[in-house]
């Protein structure tokens, strides 16, 4: 059964262009699974308005504006695992949609020491914009596909589909990949133990917490008592297509076993 989700089309005055690409992307809509994937920091695109941000093309092929092999995987994820996914339509250096409105990071003026020109100085206005044209409607987009799948039944999962660099501030980051997660245990665990059994070197909430902040998991699953947890895979085992097909491969495998469980499939809050 096909299930009605959000389309989206740019208000009248938007600064959107029609060149632009809409600020989400919904893939199998109609997907069997009650697992819904997204991805936050999917796209490198800036729209067309901000020329940009002032920055020189490199930054765009760099972890400050996207999560590399994110996308990629999330694709291939949502066909293996017949899921639903939302993938965000813009760079995080545009508006994060991983962060609340407001936030320190939300538009970053600075991101790995980078300068970002056209963050600096913002009318309220020109938030405004990046906020109900861009954040909103991916949210929304999230918001309802978690209802449709939740009407459906029974109970859906979230899983967070990020990236994170080998090395901060010359610091290589031992872990291949990290497990993110707040209250629930229901996921991550079992991922953990699987992932560690296949060698990996895991992080729990490495190498960043979601105790801190995990705003789209957060939002639309722990503040409901639904299963979820964010994986964080280090960029250089998914910078090419073999990478990627690998990692796939694994959380296909791996994924398919865990979401056997039928205790993931109820409202429960911790």
């Not at 293996?80 to 965000?88: E, G, H, M, P, V």
Request: charged share 25%; glycine share 6%; aromatic share 8%.
């Amino acid at each position: 059964m096909d299930l009605k989700v959000t389309q989206y089309s740019a208000p009248l005055g938007s600064f959107l262009g029609p060149d632009d690409p809409a600020p989400f992307e919904i893939l199998n809509p109609g997907g069997s699974s009650q697992l819904l994937l997204t991805c936050d920091h999917a796209s490198r695109a800036v729209p067309r308005s901000l020329g940009q941000l002032g920055l020189a093309p490199e930054h765009f092929d760099r972890h400050i504006a996207y999560d590399i092999g994110a996308e990629a995987i999330t694709r291939i994820l949502s066909d293996t695992l017949d899921a639903q996914s939302i993938l965000a339509g813009f760079s995080r250096l545009v508006i994060d949609v991983n962060r609340p409105r407001g936030h320190p990071q939300s538009v970053p003026e600075i991101s790995d020491r980078i300068q970002i020109p056209g963050n600096r100085k913002l009318r309220k206005v020109d938030l405004d914009h990046r906020v109900n044209e861009l954040f909103d409607p991916y949210h929304q987009a999230i918001a309802d596909s978690m209802l449709n799948l939740l009407n459906r039944g029974p109970a859906p999962v979230l899983f967070s589909i990020h990236s994170f660099t080998p090395h901060f501030k010359n610091q290589k980051r031992p872990w291949d990949v990290g497990i993110l997660w707040k209250n629930d245990p229901r996921l991550p665990y079992p991922l953990m133990e699987k992932l560690a059994q296949r060698g990996f070197c895991v992080g729990n909430n490495k190498p960043y917490s979601a105790l801190d902040l995990a705003y789209t998991i957060d939002t639309h699953a722990g503040a409901l008592g639904l299963t979820n947890c964010v994986i964080e895979i280090r960029q250089d085992l998914v910078s090419d297509q073999l990478g990627v097909e690998r990692w796939a491969k694994i959380l296909t495998e791996d994924l398919s076993e865990i979401l056997k469980d039928v205790t993931l499939y109820k409202v429960h809050e911790y």
